[in-house]
């Protein structure tokens, strides 16, 4: 089957399957585009509360001046079903957030296939399934994969991307085009893998975290503070590629040479043998100098320094106001 591309699939609804917080949270960023949804939940009374949290996010984002959509405006575009089927009708793009139940997903996907239309892309917000297990033997698997939110979706926008290897390209595009035309930044994932990236990242830092706690090394207290007021700081501005690149003249190169010896006996420690070779080190510099040309690495510092001095200002503002 091949996906027939809308030459605008934005003017169609979106439907959300699922009116829990990451539901809503997407109904919001959407709503927020202009986009009209078409939001489903089997609870008639969870139903009920969903157009007043709508309201309240529209309004605190309103208000952050993360938004210029009238959330009055915003809520006559969102229309509400307990029945999968209706909801389905129309659109161009479905984003399920049900629960992480395997069976429960395979099955709303399977009633998607009959009552979406032929060229609608079929997503589902799992953090912990493949497209490729949610959508194996489906007739209509070439339209379905992964759109992995950071929670809140509304707040933080970006949003991991992940065709199975049966995704059609049209069906990948579609999904990018959209989710960026509603204001998400899209992040295209190369290959499936359990956690995607957001997660396997997450979970690594989690895992030396619950260690450190468990030897005494430091207190979960302490690790929050390192976390947030140290390398959240520079992760916020540069992620960790990028901080190595311009932490250590030289680059990733030079920084993997004095560094990395270190941190492989860090792994050791936890019995993880994960040296950071030749090769791996090579296509990491090579996608830095890409980015950044070594006779702009100056430039790149300074400009790190002044972002990183504008943000300690702000927290130190936003740390006075809340008293």
Same mark, same amino acid.
């Given at each position: ?112 296939? /009959?009552? =979406? #239309?032929?060229?609608?892309?079929? @997503?589902? %917000? ?8 949610? *959508? !194996? +033997? ?21 949003? /991991?991307? =992940? #065709?199975?290897?049966?995704?059609? @390209?049209? %069906? ?8 960026? *035309? !509603? +204001? ?140």
């Amino acid at each position: 089957m091949t996906v027939q591309q809308d030459a605008n699939p934005e003017h169609r609804p979106a439907a959300i399957i699922g009116g829990g917080s990451i539901g809503v949270s997407f109904a919001v960023s959407l709503l927020s585009s202009g986009r009209s949804v078409q939001l489903q939940d089997p609870d008639a009374a969870r139903l009920k509360q969903v157009p007043a949290e709508t309201r309240a996010r529209l309004e605190t984002l309103r208000e952050a001046g993360l938004t210029t959509a009238d959330p009055d405006a915003a809520l006559e575009r969102l229309s509400l079903f307990t029945d999968l089927e209706k909801a389905a009708k129309g659109v161009s793009l479905v984003i399920e957030c049900a629960p992480e139940k395997l069976a429960l997903k395979q099955q709303i996907f399977r009633t998607l296939g /009959e009552y =979406a #239309p032929g060229d609608a892309v079929l @997503a589902s %917000a799992s953090s912990a399934l493949l497209a490729s297990e949610i *959508a !194996a +033997g489906l007739p209509h698997r070439d339209r379905c994969l992964i759109l992995h939110p950071v929670n809140p979706p509304h707040v933080i926008p970006v949003l /991991e991307v =992940a #065709p199975a290897e049966f995704t059609s @390209a049209g %069906a990948t595009d579609s999904a990018m085009r959209q989710m960026a *035309a !509603a +204001g998400f930044q899209p992040v295209l994932i190369g290959k499936e893998a359990n956690g995607l990236v957001f997660n396997r990242l997450q979970g690594a830092i989690l895992r030396e975290a619950y260690c450190l706690v468990r030897d005494g090394v430091a207190t979960p207290e302490a690790i929050d503070e390192v976390v947030r007021d140290a390398l959240g700081m520079r992760w916020s501005v540069s992620g960790p590629f990028e901080t190595v690149d311009l932490n250590t003249r030289g680059g990733v190169a030079s920084h993997a040479e004095k560094m990395g010896p270190a941190y492989l006996k860090m792994g050791r420690e936890r019995g993880q043998d994960d040296p950071w070779t030749p090769d791996m080190v090579k296509t990491v510099e090579t996608a830095r100098r890409r980015q950044l040309p070594m006779e702009e690495w100056e430039s790149r510092v300074r400009w790190r320094e002044n972002a990183l001095m504008r943000l300690a200002a702000f927290r130190r503002r936003d740390a006075g106001e809340d008293g």
